[in-house]
Antibody, heavy 121, light 106 residues
């Protein structure tokens, strides 16, 4: 059974930093691209970032480019999202999502339960 | 970025109804269109990928179609567990989602 378990969310002040983690199990983690998708309270879904199966290729939404960094450790089956210079508009539930492909955001066939990030003073 | 526009934004329907949701892309995306279902407090669930391919375990009452810029998600006979919000997502370029369609009980 595929499982994705996010952690690391919480309350942070504007301008602060946070690192999210997502531990994967139930599939060969190193064979698939992985994504972060977020959802502001009461709003729709927004794709944030993707990393290829090897970690050699990444992409970001314009709204987070230069502030967020996606990475992965295939030896630990873990995906990360380093979030710096956080803004109030980054407040959202952050989901880790497995890609059906190896290299870029295609469709997302498994999702974690989400971790809430709140940016507020 | 490619903009995705869903219609309607919400609809009310009864159990057994046939429901169709449309999704329009701001430019051609071939068949790179996916549909998700999200229930309150839960993560989204993939229903359809590649415009018409049913994800494993998804009931056959769900179907998808279209290509280019216009796409549909159809539920042939609405069941109680189908009341949810549905999102389309294009994967032709950097992924973008539609704004969602909330399906509730009439």
């Amino acid at each position: 059974e595929v499982q994705l378990l996010e952690s690391g969310g919480g309350l942070v002040q504007p301008g602060g930093s946070l690192r999210l983690s997502c531990v994967a199990s139930g599939f060969t983690f190193s064979n698939f691209a992985m994504n972060w998708v977020r959802q502001a309270p009461g709003k729709g879904l927004e794709w944030v970032s993707v990393i290829s199966d090897s970690g050699g290729s990444t992409d970001y939404a314009d709204s987070v480019k230069g502030r967020f960094t996606i990475s992965r450790d295939n030896s630990k089956n873990t995906l990360y999202l380093q979030m710096n210079s956080l803004r109030a508009e980054d407040t959202a539930e952050y989901y880790c999502a497995k890609d059906r492909g190896r290299s870029h955001g295609t469709s997302f066939d498994y999702w974690g339960q989400g971790t809430l990030v709140t940016v507020s003073s | 970025d490619i903009q995705m526009t869903q219609s309607p934004s919400s609809l009310s329907a009864s159990v057994g109804d046939r429901v169709t949701i449309t999704c329009r892309a701001s430019q051609s995306i071939s068949s790179y269109l996916n549909w998700y279902q999200q229930k309150p407090g839960k993560a989204p669930k993939l229903l359809i990928y590649g415009s018409f391919s049913l994800q494993g375990g998804v009931p056959s009452r769900f179907s998808g179609g279209g290509s280019g810029t216009d796409f549909t998600l159809t539920i042939s006979s609405l069941q109680p567990e189908d009341f949810a919000t549905y999102y389309c997502q294009q994967s032709y370029t950097t992924p973008t989602f539609g704004q969602g369609t909330k399906v509730d009980i009439e």
